[in-house]
């Protein structure tokens, strides 16, 4: 069974500090990675793509990846009450199939 | 450029009815995937289509089906409905598909079965 782990949280984090959320998945054959933010009650809205092992930055946000290890992450700098949300960590795999982790709970603390 | 649009918002269904969801990807997508959110499985993938194609299913029973026109706009049906299969039903579209291609979520219909 493949899959896409997340903690569920949630992760309090105050507000202007980095918050880092992380994600390891069970296919090595897997070579395109996702971010997705959803807020309680919305669908999920992409956030960044990452598909090279290293760090892809867009604004506050840095995605970081390692095949070797399997692992995903994303940073959140300067973090605002905003980014209060689950996010979702997906990937591609060798199944032609995005998997979805169940989501991480992020709040941050005015 | 107008998002995805999923009709109807909102469905209240009873047990061993069939119902049929709606899905208009963004202008030019050709790619549309379908995905069930429930509280305790996440977002779980049941089918891709792309050109009227099912390019890919994920593991969900036969009642669940899909089809997609030559507009790419989407339908899905559930038939027999069942009370487990209350759940927010998304549908996300991509420009193309396969790796790589990002997707875009509307926002879903929330189906109850009572």
């Known amino acids: 069974q493949k899959e896409v782990e997340q903690n569920s949280g949630p992760l309090s984090v105050p507000e202007g500090a980095i918050a880092s959320l992380n994600c390891t998945y069970s296919?090595?054959?897997?070579?395109?990675f996702f971010w997705y933010r959803q807020y309680s009650g919305k669908s999920p809205e992409l956030i960044m793509s990452?598909?090279?092992?290293g760090d892809k930055e867009d604004g506050r946000f840095t995605a970081q990846l390692n095949k070797a290890s399997q692992y995903v992450s994303l940073l959140i700098r300067d973090s605002q009450p905003s980014d209060s949300a689950t996010y979702l960590c997906?990937?591609?795999?060798?199944?032609?199939?995005?998997?979805f982790g169940k989501g991480t709970r992020l709040h941050i603390l005015p | 450029k107008a998002g995805v649009t999923q009709t109807p918002r909102y469905l209240i269904k009873t047990r061993g009815q069939q119902v049929t969801l709606s899905c208009s990807p963004i202008?030019?997508?050709?790619?549309v995937s379908w995905y069930q959110q429930t509280p305790g499985q996440g977002l779980q993938f049941l089918f891709e289509y792309f050109s009227e194609t099912q390019r890919n299913k994920g593991n969900f029973p036969g009642r669940f089906s899909g089809r997609q026109f030559s507009n790419s706009r989407s339908e899905m049906n559930v038939s027999t409905l069942e009370l487990g299969d209350s759940a927010l039903y998304l549908c996300?579209?991509?420009?193309?598909?396969?790796?790589?291609?990002?997707?875009?979520f509307g926002q879903g219909t929330r189906l109850t079965v009572v």
């Open positions: 990452i598909y090279s092992n």
């Open positions: 997906a990937s591609w795999n060798r199944d032609d199939k995005i998997i």
């Open positions: 202008s030019g997508h050709r790619s």
């Open positions: 296919d090595r054959g897997s070579q395109s």
């Open positions: 996300a579209s991509s420009p193309d598909s396969g790796l790589n291609t990002e997707a875009f």
